[in-house]
């Protein structure tokens, strides 16, 4: 039962607009010295908790959002600059583009794992604003070079820096949702993604049109503004990034207390918050995490090839560089619908991630056998990259809600999460090689490797559905001499026995 304190001893939680909670509730069950264990036994008001999210969606989605947005727009506007002529202009070798593509992987993959693992000593609130405004300076930079070599000594910078982003907000989620939470709100990630690619193509068609203005190319114009944007957001995030909820402004003190309640109650999931290498050492020889990056491996070949390359495939299907921009626009507008309701089914609905990921999938790989068929009818062409559309955020966003919920204990979680981005973005390293400039127009290499990175990927999926299953099925089977001797061996985190893994 949970105590109420006599209000001349404890200090009183007051109620912001907002707050007022639903019939039933007992303003004075809790506050803010009440103890863990009293925290444990009390039950949030479903309305009061439907508007401590509403609260946090309010201001993390946004924020969340539009970085991970400039950070796809900033990484993937090279395919843009490239049709705007950069790689002529910088007197770039025949592969120029697919290097300085694959360049930028090779140190975003190397430095994720470092990240993640450092963000909750470096706190939120600092790393994210700081990593985000110098990789703007460097986008910024990339509109003065004046040869090829400083173009791929920029992509290796912007590659570590943007390391940071990704893993580190995912990973910040898991800080704020309980895991039942994560599918929708890592949803706005990925659909930010592919409003990159939708606005993306837009802006670069309008500073593409600026070719000439003040004696530099459209190319140029297009890394400069964007650059300067980057810096802005990153200045202006510092204000809007807590370093959890128990110290977001933007909070009342009610809601505030709400999250620790929230956070005590998912303690199995989160565990203690002190750093540990028995918990690093987890992460690295967890099977579930490493056949995960495996499978994150195949759906990012396919993500990175198509949000990198769609405008100039595209392109290859005889279209002109401003109209390739704007047609793949829908494209991107489609993924973001899809993957956005998948998200939002899978959150609402247990067991379903695997279902959602395979018949998604499924469709990216007839739109792959669709380009590899057709040899003249744009129309078709056009129709497969709908289809391809279809299957890649959807696969790599939910495979990372998915890695996240099922791994218990935040410093095993934070490590484990840039693990599994390590493997996978490697798959943006094959993606920049697979679509060369001498296989143009019909780009089989390219589409060929992508069905073929996506069969690897569900094939990967039925390795860890088969896991997560027999895993949950022995904890079913367990006597509860075997439960009590867990407890008393101390065995914590996803592999204690009342923890279920989703699947």
Same mark, same amino acid.
Not at 82 to 101: F, R
Not at 355 to 362: D, E, H, K, P, R
């Given at each position: 039962?949970?105590?109420?304190?006599?209000?001349?001893?404890?200090?009183?939680?007051?109620?912001?607009?907002?707050?007022?909670?639903?019939?039933?509730?007992?303003?004075?069950?809790?506050?803010?010295?009440?103890?863990?264990?009293?925290?444990?036994?009390?039950?949030?008001?479903?309305?009061?908790? &439907?508007?401590?999210?509403?609260? $946090?969606?309010?201001?993390?989605?946004?924020?969340?959002?539009?970085?991970?947005?400039?950070?796809?727009?900033?990484?993937?506007?090279?395919?843009?600059?490239?049709?705007?002529?950069?790689?002529?202009?910088?007197?770039?070798?025949?592969?120029?583009?697919?290097?300085?593509?694959?360049?930028?992987?090779?140190?975003?993959?190397?430095?994720?794992?470092?990240?993640?693992?450092?963000?909750?000593?470096?706190?939120?609130?600092?790393?994210? @604003?700081?990593?985000?405004?110098?990789?703007?300076? /460097?986008?910024?930079?990339?509109?003065?070079?004046?040869?090829?070599?400083?173009?791929?000594?920029? &992509?290796?910078?912007?590659?570590?820096?943007? %390391?940071?982003?990704? @893993?580190? $907000?995912?990973?910040?989620?898991?800080?704020?949702?309980?895991?039942?939470?994560?599918?929708?709100?890592?949803?706005? $990630?990925?659909?930010?993604?592919?409003?990159?690619?939708?606005?993306?193509?837009?802006?670069?068609?309008?500073?593409?049109?600026?070719?000439?203005?003040?004696?530099?190319?459209?190319? #140029?114009?297009?890394?400069?503004?964007?650059?300067?944007?980057?810096?802005?957001?990153?200045?202006?995030?510092?204000?809007?990034?807590?370093?959890?909820?128990?110290?977001?402004?933007?909070?009342?003190?009610?809601?505030?207390?709400?999250?620790?309640? &929230?956070?005590?109650?998912?303690?199995?999931?989160?565990?203690?918050?002190?750093? %540990? !290498?028995?918990?690093?050492?987890?992460?690295?020889?967890?099977?579930?995490?490493? /056949?995960?990056?495996?499978?994150?491996?195949?759906?990012?070949?396919?993500?990175?090839?198509?949000?990198?390359?769609?405008? +100039?495939? +595209? #392109?290859?299907?005889?279209?002109?560089?401003?109209?390739?921009?704007?047609?793949?626009?829908?494209?991107?507008?489609?993924?973001?619908?899809?993957?956005?309701?998948?998200?939002?089914?899978?959150?609402?609905?247990?067991?379903?991630?695997? !279902?959602?990921?395979?018949?998604?999938?499924? /469709?990216?790989?007839?739109?792959?056998?669709?380009?590899?068929? /057709?040899?003249?009818?744009?129309?078709?062409?056009?129709?497969?990259?709908?289809?391809?559309?279809?299957?890649?955020?959807?696969?790599?966003?939910?495979?990372?809600?998915?890695?996240?919920?099922?791994?218990?204990?935040?410093?095993?979680?934070?490590?484990?999460?840039?693990?599994?981005?390590?493997?996978?973005?490697?798959?943006?390293?094959?993606?920049?090689?697979?679509?060369?400039? +001498?296989?143009?127009?019909?780009? &089989? $290499?390219?589409?060929?490797? %992508?069905?073929?990175?996506?069969? !690897?990927?569900?094939?990967?999926?039925?390795?860890?559905?088969?896991?997560?299953?027999?895993?949950?099925?022995?904890?079913?089977?367990?006597?509860?001499?075997?439960?009590?001797?867990?407890?008393?061996?101390?065995?914590?985190?996803?592999?204690?026995?009342?923890?279920?893994?989703?699947?």
């Amino acid at each position: 039962m949970a105590k109420t304190h006599d209000t001349e001893k404890s200090p009183e939680i007051t109620f912001g607009a907002g707050d007022e909670p639903g019939v039933g509730y007992t303003q004075a069950s809790i506050d803010e010295t009440s103890t863990d264990e009293e925290l444990l036994a009390y039950t949030i008001d479903p309305v009061e908790e &439907r508007r401590l999210l509403r609260r $946090l969606d309010s201001f993390i989605a946004p924020m969340v959002s539009i970085l991970y947005l400039i950070s796809f727009l900033d990484r993937s506007n090279i395919g843009s600059a490239s049709t705007g002529g950069m790689l002529e202009d910088l007197n770039s070798p025949l592969n120029g583009l697919s290097v300085a593509t694959s360049v930028f992987y090779a140190t975003y993959v190397t430095f994720e794992p470092f990240w993640t693992t450092i963000v909750k000593v470096v706190r939120p609130q600092r790393l994210l @604003p700081v990593v985000t405004i110098v990789w703007g300076g /460097v986008v910024l930079a990339n509109g003065f070079i004046q040869n090829y070599g400083s173009l791929i000594g920029l &992509r290796l910078g912007l590659g570590l820096l943007e %390391s940071a982003l990704t @893993p580190c $907000l995912f990973l910040y989620l898991t800080f704020c949702y309980l895991r039942n939470e994560l599918a929708l709100r890592t949803s706005y $990630l990925f659909v930010s993604a592919a409003i990159a690619g939708v606005v993306g193509g837009l802006i670069a068609a309008g500073f593409l049109k600026m070719d000439g203005v003040a004696g530099l190319e459209g190319w #140029r114009w297009l890394y400069i503004i964007e650059g300067a944007i980057t810096i802005a957001i990153g200045i202006i995030s510092y204000f809007f990034i807590a370093n959890s909820p128990q110290t977001a402004w933007y909070l009342s003190p009610r809601q505030r207390l709400l999250t620790r309640v &929230r956070t005590v109650q998912s303690r199995q999931y989160n565990g203690e918050d002190v750093f %540990s !290498w028995v918990e690093v050492r987890k992460a690295f020889t967890e099977p579930l995490i490493l /056949v995960s990056g495996l499978m994150q491996l195949g759906f990012d070949v396919t993500l990175y090839g198509a949000s990198t390359f769609f405008v +100039v495939i +595209v #392109r290859g299907f005889g279209y002109s560089t401003i109209n390739s921009q704007l047609l793949t626009a829908p494209i991107y507008a489609w993924a973001a619908i899809v993957y956005m309701c998948c998200a939002y089914i899978a959150d609402r609905t247990n067991n379903i991630r695997f !279902w959602l990921i395979l018949s998604t999938a499924l /469709v990216t790989c007839v739109g792959y056998i669709i380009l590899l068929a /057709v040899k003249e009818s744009t129309g078709a062409k056009l129709f497969a990259c709908f289809l391809v559309a279809t299957g890649v955020y959807t696969s790599v966003g939910l495979n990372v809600s998915w890695n996240s919920a099922n791994i218990a204990g935040v410093r095993k979680r934070s490590t484990g999460i840039g693990v599994q981005q390590t493997i996978g973005n490697c798959g943006g390293i094959i993606a920049g090689q697979i679509y060369r400039k +001498v296989d143009s127009p019909l780009y &089989r $290499l390219g589409h060929a490797v %992508s069905l073929s990175s996506m069969a !690897w990927g569900i094939g990967w999926m039925l390795v860890y559905l088969f896991i997560v299953k027999r895993r949950n099925a022995a904890k079913l089977a367990m006597t509860e001499e075997e439960k009590e001797q867990q407890d008393r061996d101390g065995v914590t985190g996803d592999r204690h026995w009342s923890f279920k893994y989703v699947f």
